[in-house]
């Protein structure tokens, strides 16, 4: 790409330094992010622990010891810091194990009061079968006799999390993409989601977030909205993107919330985001739809007053505070279409 590109990855104009840019752009950013979640709109990343957003959304100098970046200070610190910019974080961690009262409480230590996190829910909830992986040990590959256990997720997921309540916002259960294996008929899993939604204690804010196209119909949607709980929009490798998905499922599916996560781009693994677009210090590859179905999912969020969690990811197109100053821009109607110098997905 060219050097001469602004916050977006479109071309530079005016005399600004690339400090000046970059401290507009945290300032839009933050400003956006107030304002949205005053009125029940969160947006924010999925995690923060990012070196290479340094320079954009965080201080290296202050991470420093004895002269030298310290990685393990900025894991340690830097959510205050990102805190200061966006009132929200999706926190993909509590993915792969119960978290603790002590690292909720040591989470929220660093956060405002205003601050919502969103949690992914542990796997050990939301597989059917664990995947042959090295991270599984003597599990891979074995049926999980623990799948939609609503009592061990009420003790051992929302037990922990009561002591940071107030700070909680979506919690995410994450469905694998099922095989037959899994279930012959998509029937089958629905009744064990519906099952599973009833026994959960109210007052909490639920989605879910499939991986099986073929599920995104009217028997899914309905077993959602009779227990109110909101779907969790996704642009992942084998789903539509959310723009059609929206289409699929419209733009908010009952008068309580939704979710959504900017993942990666259909059709494209996480590995190969990985490998493109890491370190995620700027946008290699603008998403139209996903900026678009972004935007209009906030707007209609607005305006019928319902909660949405927003998150944008690294692996869409390759630096996510970028692109959700994109899509606040793209609200305000003042982000120009034009991607020179940074490709057009």
Wanted: charged content about 30%; aromatic content about 12%; proline content about 3%.
């Amino acid at each position: 790409m060219s050097d001469q590109l602004d916050l977006f990855g479109n071309e530079a104009s005016g005399s600004r330094t690339d400090a000046e840019r970059e401290e507009s752009l945290v300032l839009e950013l933050r400003t956006g992010a107030e304002r949205l979640a005053e009125q029940g709109v969160y947006i924010g990343t999925s995690s923060w622990k990012y070196p290479g957003w340094c320079g954009l959304l965080y201080r290296a100098s202050r991470y420093e010891r004895r002269g030298r970046f310290a990685e393990a200070r900025f894991n340690r610190e830097c959510l205050s810091e990102y805190a200061e910019v966006f009132k929200s974080v999706c926190v993909d961690g509590a993915y792969y194990q119960f978290p603790s009262e002590q690292y909720l409480t040591g989470l929220a230590e660093q956060v405002p009061s205003d601050f919502r996190f969103s949690f992914k829910v542990t796997d050990e909830i939301t597989l059917k079968r664990y995947p042959n992986i090295q991270r599984m040990g003597d599990r891979a590959g074995r049926e999980n006799s623990e799948f939609l256990n609503a009592e061990r997720f009420s003790r051992q997921f929302l037990g922990p999390l009561e002591a940071i309540r107030d700070l909680t916002g979506l919690l995410i259960f994450e469905f694998s993409r099922f095989s037959p294996a899994d279930f012959r008929h998509q029937h089958e899993f629905l009744d064990s989601l519906d099952r599973f939604l009833g026994k959960l204690p109210k007052g909490w804010d639920y989605g879910v977030e499939i991986r099986n196209e073929e599920y995104l119909n009217p028997d899914y949607l309905a077993v959602l909205k009779r227990n109110q709980v909101g779907h969790v929009y996704n642009s992942w490798e084998a789903m539509p993107g959310v723009d059609r998905q929206i289409a699929l499922a419209g733009d908010l599916l009952h008068d309580l919330h939704a979710g959504a996560r900017l993942l990666l781009k259909p059709g494209r693994s996480y590995k190969q985001a990985v490998d493109r677009f890491a370190p995620y210090r700027r946008v290699q590859e603008v998403s139209e739809s996903a900026r678009d179905a972004g935007a209009r999912l906030i707007e209609s969020a607005l305006l019928k007053k319902r909660r949405l969690y927003l998150y944008g990811n690294n692996r869409l197109e390759g630096c996510s505070p970028r692109t959700l100053a994109a899509i606040l821009q793209r609200l305000q109607g003042t982000e120009g279409r034009s991607t020179d110098g940074a490709k057009t997905a």
